[in-house]
């Protein structure tokens, strides 16, 4: 039986207004919302939606659904070719006229001026086309488009269906796009792992958590000379590199990096049992390797005169850290804080120091099961004892040597 349209977008408004909110994203939103409307005899053969998103590499996302059954989410990059595609887009006429753009495709196969999307979407076989302005409560107006093969395309119950379901759409999508742009900011200014418990509720001050971590400090030598002396520009070009090679590598090696002070990262593994210190003290040293490494491939391909070659100290010691809330009743940070990450602070300070590219505590040599290789006591500030430090051999050649005869070794060979 055919329903009829008020009874179609009806179930479909309830829908969205209900249990679309329960789904992951827009993805799922529009494949579930596509299938409803083709159930009620709506012949959609193509969905999609066209968001701006708040995100340091992408600019836009759409969400795409086929009657062939694709379901996929594309995003745009700030730098990719895709931006010539949009100027010459239904997309960006309803974006600057805030009204609907129809395409009777079938019928317009002679027009010279048309849309480049509407040509390939002839050469699918579709038949018809709207793209409907989705206006977002900041007063921004998003857009979700409809395409069908059916060969007398849309009639005109099809479009009040439509119509009908764009403000219900829009709001669901915009709580999707809140929810995604708060993970994105929080991920992006203080790390998944920790913008996901401020999420989850964990914002007062001094909130937080004991937890074992292996801490990696990293800095550049000569930055405070070399801040004195280069432009502006050639600072936060050269810092962006560096910050990039670190988080790049850590990343890579299931750490994660917690803050950037100055010309320092500092980073954290974390731990729970004997058996994942040993793992996380190991990523810890893997992650330092690909820092170098990356490093010496950002000096390698340096051609500017003006930009020395980077080169850092790097620093791992391993303990028990409050990892939470610290800061004012009005400004908070969420961070690691206690004596393991100072001991780390400052035997990264050594390490430039004593032109060492990496250095270890005790307590991290003491994971790895071995305590060969000690480079040097010494007496740090803030702490009574003196403070041994290990020098690890990152070369090709020697993987690690102060440690030959640990698992550890065997399992670095292994990679």
Known sequence: MVLEAPIVAADVVQWLYSDASHLEGTREIVAEMSKRLLAGNVPVDRVTTGIWVVHPNVRAEASIWTSDGKSELILYKADDSSGADYENSPIKRVHTTRKSVRVKIAQEADRQDEFPIIQELREEGYTDYIAIPMPFSDGSV???????KAKSGFNGSHLSVFESLIRPLALVCELKTLRRTAETVLDTYVGPRAGLKVL?????????EWIKAVVSFADIRGFTRLSNTLPA????LFLNKYFGAMTAAVEAHGGEVLKFIGDEVMAIFPYETEEEARDAAMRGLLASRDTLERIKGINSSNSCAMTPDLSVGIALHAGEVFYGNVGSETRLDFTVVGPAVNLASRIAEMAKDLERQLLVSDAVAGIMGCRSGLFGRYQVKGFDEPVSVYSPDLSGESKFGYCPDTTAERALEAN
């Open 142 to 148: 998003k857009v979700v488009t409809f395409a069908t």
């Open 200 to 208: 989850d509720g964990a914002t007062r001050r001094g909130e937080g």
């Open 233 to 236: 520009d050639k600072i936060v």
